[in-house]
């Protein structure tokens, strides 16, 4: 299960509504590459046959049933600071990351 903080479904639905996402969600992808071995991938787009769809805040997010394996438990967050501003993504499965936090180890 993946589950989204409030700040970033509000964050979410702004986006969407920017780029006219209906019927859309929030595609999160789990790739190879990156520095650690594998890395995010986040994208508007429509669900396909064999993704699991979940809702929360009424945002959908779009998974694929590989990436599901890597990215169960996740949070995703929306995360301001002095340094940018930027989606956050907590993985419990993640045994380490990057020093950039864009890839990590599985």
């Known amino acids: 299960m993946i589950t989204i ?3 970033a479904a509000t964050k979410l639905k702004e986006l969407m509504a920017k780029e006219a996402t209906e019927g859309q969600g929030l595609r999160v992808r789990v790739m190879g590459g990156g520095c650690s ?4 991938q986040l ?3 429509a669900p396909r046959e064999g993704d699991r769809v979940i809702e929360h805040d009424g945002v959908k997010v779009v998974v694929d049933s590989k990436s599901l394996l890597f990215l169960a438990g996740t ?5 301001e600071g002095l340094m940018g501003a ?3 993504i907590k993985n419990p499965n993640s ?3 990057c020093g950039c936090g864009q890839s990590f180890q599985a």
């Open 95 to 97: 045994k380490g990351s």
């Open 37 to 40: 071995g594998y890395q995010y």
């Open 43 to 45: 994208a508007f787009d």
């Open 5 to 7: 903080t409030g700040t």
């Open 86 to 88: 930027g989606f956050a």
């Open 75 to 79: 949070e995703i967050d929306y995360q």
